[in-house]
Structures are given as C-alpha cells and as structure tokens.
C-alpha cells in the first residue's frame, strides 16, 4: 500500500498527466482509492500500469443505493514489484451507465466486465464481446442491482402441505 | 394363561448338523424318496415371483452418476469412501455415462442456467432410473433462495430428498437405503408410471415418433396396466387425418 502521502503524490501525478481526471482520494484503514470521473478510466489505468500497477486484480461492480451516482465501476491494482495495492474507484448513473472498456490494457478485466455488466448493467464501450456470463442470455433486468427483487420460491414443505404425499395416502 | 405344550404334526428337519449333512448327500444321490424327499424340499426352496427378485435385485445394484454441483458433491464422495461403504450395498459403481447409470444424486445447488442440463442427463438415462435431491439448495434452495436457482422439483421427478446444509454421509447413505425400500417395495418401471406422468413425453415431432410412442405405451400398459393419456390420442387422431 502507498502511504497517505504516497497517495497524494500518485494522484497529484495523475491530474498533471490526465487533467480532470482526479476527484477525490481517500485513505482509509490502510487502504489508498482514487475516485476518478468515469469518462477518463483509459487515462488513469494507462498511467498507473506505465507507472508500475501492472497487473489487475480485481474488477467488480457496486450499487451504492440510494446515493448518486449509483453504480460503482472498482478497480483493484496491484504494483507486484512494489507489493502495493491501489483502488480506482468510477462512479456512473443508472441512466447512463456507460464507462470504456480497459480490455485492450489489462487484458484479464475480460470476464469481470462482462459479469459487471450481467450482474448491474454496466455498458462497458468496447468490449470485445459483451453478453451475459452467468444468467441465461435471455434473462431479464441485472440482479445485483439493490432494487431488483431477490426472488426465490415459495418453498412447500412439510408443515404448509395440504396432503402429506407418501405418508398419508 | 395355560401354556400347552404339544408335538407339532409337521414333520421336522433334523436337527444334527451331521444328519442334514448326510440328509442333503442323499438328496443330491436321488436316494431320497417320498416323505423325507418332500420334507427336504419344503426346506429348502424358497418360492417367490419374478417381479419381486426382479425389484430385489434392482434395489441391490443401483449405479450411481459421477456427477456433483456443489459443496454435497464432496459428501457424496465421502459415501463411497471407507467409513460409509455404500458398496455394502451395491451402489459402489459410479457411472461416467449417464447411459450406464440409475441414480443421479443432484448434489448442490441447481442454477437457473444449469437446470436444462441436468434434465438433459436425467432425460438421458436409462429406465429405470431414479433420482435423490441432496441437501437443503436443490431440495428447498435452503440460503440461496434468490433469483439465481431453481428447486430441483420444477424441472425433474425427485424420488428422495435428503435435508441437510450439506447433508452428512450417513444422511445420504440413509437416504439411498429408503431409495432401496422404495424400488424393492414398489417396483414399478419408469418414473412416469410410478408418478402418474404417462402422456407428458416431449417429441420434436410427435406424428414422426408415433409409432414408437404407441409401442412404448403399450408396453407400459402391459407393465402397469395404465392407461393412455387423452392428449395423446388427439395428436395420433390430427396426424392420422
């Protein structure tokens, strides 16, 4: 992990290198995470991977319900020459939820792109191939999503059932 | 209340080892005759249908799908392991092929995705086949039920359901011996007879399979003495006309 002030610095290298792209750091519990603005993800990770955050970690998908925007695009870096761990954090809308695809950076953000945008509906532009990975194709709505409703079944069992098969008959 | 105590009129077997010993030789030399000949056979043939042997014997020699979903897949290795030993009672063969076997033991939880899967192996078994619903997902999809799972009960016939999250061995080697009751209890062929399913088979193109549908439910017929489901006849009547 950079400390706090190494955090500082690797974003005050990204806003000279990607202007606007910064808005706001955090660190917490031991933890560095740069929020950066969503149209400008390509920028930052380029920079980050030429800066030594070469291998991907982690890419997944939060719906920080009900706050605005509502859906949240995580990338987790990892510096393993350093050990040193780094959050991207972009935040989009449920309206326009479009962020650019980092498959030609990180080639491995593959599949969690694609049960990103399964599970929450995140359009990720270019893509290779952008379908559903663990719902059927078919399936309607993004699950993940906090105001999807959980599902499940009504599940009959022996104490609810009108006639005990097997046992009465 | 008098106790009587009475010579039985039946005559009885010896009752020295060496006697039945001499009694079976003499047997087997053809030198035994009348009363002693009839009194040996009395006890010693055993008299059953073939029905009964039949179901006997297939309830003693189930072969189960390798086949595991999830974390009970791991208990279900564990039966066949040493300390369980379900090969006591004629389960041991794990079948690869889903051609060769007659118990698929869904073990785990069945995703929405997964189930037509599943039923395309159950479908691709052999009659008579059976199947246990192992632990509480695909039983009751116990802690995942959501939007991703699917109750084996919708998709499939489930003769046993064992409960459990997952279920210990000893729970499913129970579980399979009442799969025993049941087979050698109720010996009925095929899962549609034995749950009243006759006429819900599925063909691509049901005048083409007419002919092989009427001789299979004949054969059924002949087996339980059901009758033909009425939608059945409707589509031989359209495809005939």
Redesign the interface.
């Known amino acids: 992990m950079p400390d706090a002030t190494g955090l500082e610095l690797i974003a005050q290298e990204l806003r000279e290198a990607a202007p606007d792209s910064v808005l706001d750091t955090a660190f917490y519990r031991g933890r560095a995470e740069i929020r950066i603005e969503p149209s400008r993800n390509r920028e930052v990770l380029q920079h980050l991977q030429d800066r030594g955050y070469t291998f991907l970690a982690s890419l997944h998908g939060v719906d920080y319900y009900p706050h605005e925007p509502r859906l949240g695009v995580i990338y987790e870096l990892l510096d393993m020459v350093e050990v040193d761990r780094l959050s991207i954090k972009a935040r989009v809308s449920t309206e326009e939820p479009r962020i650019s695809s980092v498959v030609g950076l990180f080639p491995g953000a593959d599949f969690p792109e694609r049960e990103c945008f399964d599970m929450f509906g995140v359009i990720f532009d270019g893509h290779p191939d952008l379908r559903r990975i ?3 194709e078919d ?1 309607e709505g993004f ?1 993940q999503r906090r105001d ?6 009504p ?1 009959l ?1 022996t104490h609810n059932e009108a006639h005990n098969y097997g046992v009465n008959q | 209340m008098e106790i009587k105590r009475e010579v039985l009129t039946t005559p009885q077997p010896p009752v020295d080892f060496r006697a039945r010993q001499l009694f079976a030789r003499d047997m087997l030399r053809g030198q035994l005759e009348g009363e002693d000949l009839e009194r040996f056979v009395e006890e010693s043939v055993l008299t059953t249908t073939v029905e009964k042997a039949v179901s006997w014997a297939m309830g003693n020699s189930i072969y189960p799908l390798t086949f595991g979903l999830a974390c009970c897949a791991i208990e279900m290795m564990t039966i066949v392991a040493s300390r369980m030993d379900i090969a006591r009672f004629g389960f041991e063969a794990f079948r690869a092929s889903p051609r060769q076997a007659d118990l698929i033991i869904l073990s785990g939880r069945v995703s ?2 997964m189930a037509p899967i599943v039923r395309r192996i159950y479908d691709q078994m052999l009659e008579p086949k059976f199947a246990i619903s192992m632990g509480a997902c695909c039983s ?2 116990g802690v995942f ?7 084996s009960d ?1 998709f499939m016939p489930i003769d046993v359901h064992v409960p459990g999250c997952p279920p210990r061995p000893e729970a499913l080697a129970h579980g399979i011996l009442r799969l025993r009751e049941k087979i050698q209890g109720n010996a009925k062929d095929g899962w549609r007879a034995r749950y009243d399913a006759i006429g819900t088979e599925e063909f691509t193109d049901p005048a083409g399979d007419e002919r092989h549908l009427e001789s299979y439910h004949d054969s059924i017929r002949v087996i339980e003495g059901h009758q033909r489901h009425p939608p059945f006849d409707e589509v031989g009547d359209a495809s005939g006309a």
């Open positions: 663990l719902m059927p399936y699950p999807f409703p959980v599902g499940g079944e599940i069992f | 929405i995705k009751s999809m039920n959501n939007y991703a799972l699917v109750p919708k």
